[in-house]
């Protein structure tokens, strides 16, 4: 009988430890998830961080290129006004070149005027013609991106379609 209890005690102690096992086995599981998961949100992060930071940088010149266009203007405003017989001219014209060159090193580019472009294009005027409309007649100030973003929009004067008159 004795023998009979020690083997009981013994079968409940091992159902009781292998119960304890089991145990801490689920919860290393739960925490090599817990841990995996929190590997991966870091990782995220970090790429989430690093595009930050590289967006950052190609973006931070914006502010002082955008200033810098109103120079720009001026320079176009005074190369269309002189003689292009004179030496100044040749002078201010290479000028401008080498600005802009500098600017355009740094993904600054003119924003197209072929075709209209809500995003990129601001109307200011627009005078009816017999075509379908929304054609670009004139450039009134040029418009800018820095790299893939709009600094200045374009203004424009645009063509629309004439209404036929009601009788």
Known sequence: M???????????????????????????????????????????????????????????????????????????????????????TKGIFMLHQKILKTLQEEGLREVETKKFDPYKHEVLLSVESDGLGGEILEVIQKGYMLKDKVIRHAKVKISKHKEEKKK
Request: aromatic share 10%.
């Open 2 to 88: 004795k023998e009979k209890y020690k083997q009981e005690t013994k079968t409940a102690t091992l159902s009781k430890q292998d119960q304890q096992l089991q145990e801490y086995k689920t919860k290393l599981e739960e925490y090599t998830n817990d841990l995996k998961r929190l590997q991966a949100e870091f990782e995220n992060y970090k790429k989430r961080n690093e595009k930050e930071i590289q967006s950052f940088v190609e973006y931070s010149n914006t502010k002082l290129i955008s200033k810098l266009l109103v120079v720009l203007d001026d320079f176009d405003s005074c190369i269309r006004n002189v003689s292009h017989n004179d030496e100044h």
